[in-house]
């Protein structure tokens, strides 16, 4: 009997190991829908992605094997299904009525509410994408998970002060951004915002960026992905971010921020796969 119940002991230490620990991702999948060609929604250079393509996704998606993933342009539930299955993954995505929407892949087993849409992030006349927010109840408290995808085309230019149509609209949406990370800094609330910035956020010849300025000026904050660059597709520096904010900033584990780059690497299959790897980060959650 002792050694059956240390044999049960054992197998019941990864499930204990996992528990106490979360892996969070985020991964833009670049036009992923099930539109066939030609659609009025999509551009008309876009090649949807075949079967063989969205079960190599999945693949994908399996190998990275995270807790909860914050994804972006996702034509809704239904595709992201075909990317992480049900019976494994819960899906929320935001209300918008645009192909790009933005959404969160959440294991199954893990307690999650879903929270309204950050709507103030799309203001008009935008036409955006609000971002996916969620609150996940965990043993050790609740922690409210955020995912966006911002304005592209305005990855280093100055945000004030600019002709830049770009660089104007992602100012827009910094201070709601901005409000919405101050008000679970006032809540006392552990946190994380991830998802595709379309912004470097480090410092470039020695100024420091104004998206990231702002952020931190509504709350102290840690993101992952500071001060080093991608391997995905040969290279390249972040836009996609992991951030934490409240006791989440002392979660994060040092030297857990992996990009999972896939093994295909000619243009093709970057056009087949999507153009952004996904990024990972391992958080210790606090025992007691």
């Given at each position: 009997m002792i050694r059956i119940l240390a044999l049960l002991l054992l197998l019941a230490l990864p499930a204990l190991a996992h528990a106490a620990e979360l892996k969070l991702a985020t991964w833009n999948l670049e036009w992923l829908t099930a539109r066939p060609a030609g659609d009025p929604a999509l551009p008309p250079e876009l090649t949807p992605r075949t079967a063989d393509d969205i079960a190599l996704?999945?693949?994908?998606?399996?190998?990275?094997?995270?807790?909860?993933?914050?994804?972006?342009?996702?034509?809704?539930?239904?595709?992201?299904?075909r990317i992480f299955p049900p019976d494994h993954y819960a899906i929320h995505m935001t209300r918008d009525h645009v192909v790009q929407r933005v959404g969160l892949a959440i294991r199954r087993g893990l307690d999650f509410t879903a929270n309204p849409d950050l709507t103030t992030i799309d203001?008009?006349?935008?036409h955006l994408r609000s971002g996916a927010d969620i609150t996940l109840h965990l043993t050790t408290g609740p922690l409210r998970i955020l995912a966006v995808h911002l304005k592209t085309g305005c990855r280093e230019s100055p945000l004030t002060r600019t002709v830049r149509h770009a660089?104007?609209?992602?100012?827009?949406?910094?201070?709601?951004?901005?409000?919405?990370?101050?008000?679970?800094?006032?809540?006392?609330?552990?946190?994380?915002?991830?998802?595709?910035?379309?912004r470097w956020m480090d410092p470039i010849g020695g100024h420091a960026d104004?998206?990231?300025?702002?952020?931190?000026?509504?709350?102290?904050?840690?993101?992952?992905?500071?001060?080093?660059?991608s391997p995905c597709w040969g290279g390249e520096r972040f836009i996609d971010h992991i951030i934490a904010g409240g006791a989440a900033t002392?979660?994060?584990?040092?030297?857990?921020?992996?990009?999972l780059v896939f093994r295909e690497t000619t243009e093709e299959w970057q056009r087949r796969l999507s153009d952004h790897c996904p990024?990972?980060?391992?958080?210790?959650l606090p025992t007691g």
């Amino acid at each position: 009997m002792i050694r059956i119940l240390a044999l049960l002991l054992l197998l019941a230490l990864p499930a204990l190991a996992h528990a106490a620990e979360l892996k969070l991702a985020t991964w833009n999948l670049e036009w992923l829908t099930a539109r066939p060609a030609g659609d009025p929604a999509l551009p008309p250079e876009l090649t949807p992605r075949t079967a063989d393509d969205i079960a190599l996704l999945a693949h994908y998606a399996a190998d990275l094997d995270a807790d909860v993933i914050a994804i972006q342009e996702v034509d809704g539930p239904k595709i992201a299904a075909r990317i992480f299955p049900p019976d494994h993954y819960a899906i929320h995505m935001t209300r918008d009525h645009v192909v790009q929407r933005v959404g969160l892949a959440i294991r199954r087993g893990l307690d999650f509410t879903a929270n309204p849409d950050l709507t103030t992030i799309d203001p008009p006349p935008l036409h955006l994408r609000s971002g996916a927010d969620i609150t996940l109840h965990l043993t050790t408290g609740p922690l409210r998970i955020l995912a966006v995808h911002l304005k592209t085309g305005c990855r280093e230019s100055p945000l004030t002060r600019t002709v830049r149509h770009a660089c104007r609209e992602l100012a827009a949406q910094v201070p709601p951004l901005a409000g919405w990370i101050r008000a679970r800094q006032d809540e006392g609330v552990a946190f994380v915002v991830m998802g595709d910035f379309n912004r470097w956020m480090d410092p470039i010849g020695g100024h420091a960026d104004q998206l990231w300025s702002s952020l931190r000026a509504a709350a102290p904050l840690t993101r992952a992905t500071a001060g080093v660059g991608s391997p995905c597709w040969g290279g390249e520096r972040f836009i996609d971010h992991i951030i934490a904010g409240g006791a989440a900033t002392t979660w994060i584990e040092p030297g857990t921020l992996r990009v999972l780059v896939f093994r295909e690497t000619t243009e093709e299959w970057q056009r087949r796969l999507s153009d952004h790897c996904p990024v990972s980060v391992r958080f210790q959650l606090p025992t007691g």
